[in-house]
């Protein structure tokens, strides 16, 4: 068994049961315990010693530390990756939509006999396309269906005409290009799955350096146990020697 002394109390540890040893932390041990919990923050006052175990300093450590967040947030990102690559294989909706684009100015017109005649022109010109896409992955094409309209003013004759398809189906396949969808199914899910891995790889990291760190604060406070303990032998040694000197019972140099 390991004894402890702790402000008058005794604390005993077993061998045998270290993953449920108790710390207790005291002012003196701030430092420590904020390098044990990998830079995050515990407050210790001095008016008591928080009592922690080591699954409680893992625990901690792996919600809350930096490296945590970390490997939290590289796991997150690559989580969304993967959905946005899912997305991909569902049909889309886009909508293309032009604003009016006016125009009003006096633009040159050439004549039969080879002369120019300069006409005044006030006009507007806007359009809107709705589609609905769906990815082959298989081939790397797209299947779609459009439907458009035109609007065309022209204010100077007070004349307004439309254009357009109520809708129609198209199929766009490159003969020769490179099937990206076709790759992307194969290296996204490995992406995905190496960053699961890299996450418990990183988790279990943190609980194997707390663990060192945590009892290396245990062996410390033994050590700083037993070195109070040897001063205070030595302290009384030394007051026993100062006595007998002083009743000449023993030299100076005992």
């Given amino acids: 068994e390991l004894v402890l002394q702790t402000r008058g109390k005794k604390m005993k540890a077993d061998k045998k049961i270290l993953n449920r040893s108790q710390v207790r932390i005291c002012p003196g041990w701030s430092v420590i315990v904020l390098f044990i919990c990998l830079q995050s923050t515990i407050l210790c006052f001095r008016s008591h010693c928080q009592t922690v175990t080591l699954d409680q300093v893992i625990r ?7 490296e ?77 269906l459009n439907t458009d309209l035109a609007r065309f003013d022209d204010f100077r004759q007070d ?25 992307m199914n194969l290296i996204e899910p490995l992406k995905l799955e190496e960053s699961l891995r890299e996450y418990a790889e990183g988790i279990e990291e943190i609980a194997y350096n707390t663990t060192l760190r945590y009892f290396d604060l245990l062996i410390s406070q033994i050590n700083y ?30």
């Fill in 68 to 144: 945590a967040l970390r490997i939290k947030t590289s796991r997150d990102n690559k989580y969304w990756q993967w959905k946005k690559y899912k997305s991909q294989y569902k049909p889309q909706m886009v909508l293309n939509f032009t604003f009016p684009h006016f125009q009003k100015q006096n633009i040159p017109v050439r004549q039969e006999d080879g002369s120019i005649i300069y006409k005044s022109i006030d006009q507007s010109h806007s359009t809107a396309a709705l589609s609905v896409e769906q990815n082959i992955g298989l081939t790397g094409g797209v299947l779609y």
């Fill in 225 to 254: 146990q037993i070195a109070a303990l040897n001063k205070a032998n030595a302290d009384t040694i030394y007051r026993v020697g100062t006595e007998k000197y002083s009743m000449g019972k023993i030299s100076r140099n005992e």
């Fill in 60 to 66: 901690f450590a792996q919600e809350n530390s930096p």
């Fill in 159 to 183: 004349v307004t005409s439309y254009s357009g398809a109520p809708f129609y189906v198209g199929f766009e396949q490159p003969l020769f290009a490179f099937n990206n969808l076709k790759w």
